[in-house]
Antibody, heavy 123, light 109 residues
Framework: QVQLVESGGGVVQPERSLRLSCAASGFTFNSYVMHWVRQAPGKGLEWVAV????????FYADSVKGRFTISRDNSKNTVYLQMTSLRAEDTAVYYC????????????????WGQGTLVTVSS | EIVLTQSPGTLSLSPGEGATLFCRAS???????LVWYQQKPGQAPRLLMY???TRAAGIPDRFSGSGSGTDFTLTISRLEPEDFAVYYCQEYGSSPRGTFGQGTKVEIK
């Protein structure tokens, strides 16, 4: 069955960096665009970043552009989110998500989600 | 950038009642790119509806979606105890970025 397992969250001081990982299994990873979505405590969902199935294109939310970098290693079936210059407002549960359809940016919406990893930015 | 506004913010209903949730876009969107999610506390969201009106696998038929242009609706015909949750709409046709609505909480009255 499809699994997405995030890791790498934790407590980090403002202006520091953190790298999140999302290990995928149960599907042809290199055929799917992958996304990160976050949710601040008690708040709604916020789309963060997307990477094409071959890594050729990446897009970011304005709130993280220039600070976060999405990447993937198709040989390891893993997508990453490198977060730098972290701010208190980046505190959230970070989910990786996979669309329903392969080879499409967000075709059919996000069918598969990880369990999330909590990032807390605090001094 | 398209903004999605969901209403109401909270719906207080009893099991067995029907629920109607609204999602309004700031400009016209293709219904092909409008989806709905359900999220329960401590859980990841679950895809309910895609293409505005197609139920995702395993979603019971008491859930239905409709709409076009700027106005979309998610209807739950008879609320079951497990349906009390937060519901989000999302649009993804206008850019590679997927815009979410702010959510509607369906709570037990």
């Amino acid at each position: 069955q499809v699994q997405l397992v995030e890791s790498g969250g934790g407590v980090v001081q403002p202006e520091r960096s953190l790298r999140l990982s999302c290990a995928a299994s149960g599907f042809t990873f290199n055929s799917y665009v992958m996304h990160w979505v976050r949710q601040a405590p008690g708040k709604g969902l916020e789309w963060v970043a997307v990477i094409w199935y071959d890594g050729s294109n990446k897009f970011y939310a304005d709130s993280v552009k220039g600070r976060f970098t999405i990447s993937r290693d198709n040989s390891k079936n893993t997508v990453y989110l490198q977060m730098t210059s972290l701010r208190a407002e980046d505190t959230a549960v970070y989910y990786c998500a996979r669309p329903l359809r392969k080879m499409q940016t967000m075709g059919g919406g996000f069918l598969e989600w990880g369990q999330g990893t909590l990032v807390t930015v605090s001094s | 950038e398209i903004v999605l506004t969901q209403s109401p913010g909270t719906l207080s209903l009893s099991p067995g009642e029907g629920a109607t949730l609204f999602c309004r876009a700031s400009q016209s969107v293709s219904s092909s790119y409008l989806v709905w999610y359900q999220q329960k506390p401590g859980q990841a969201p679950r895809l309910l509806m895609y293409g505005a009106s197609t139920r995702a696998a395993g979603i019971p038929d008491r859930f239905s979606g409709s709409g076009s242009g700027t106005d979309f609706t998610l209807t739950i015909s008879r609320l079951e105890p497990e349906d009390f949750a937060v519901y989000y709409c999302q649009e993804y046709g206008s850019s590679p970025r997927g815009t979410f609505g702010q959510g509607t909480k369906v709570e037990i009255k």
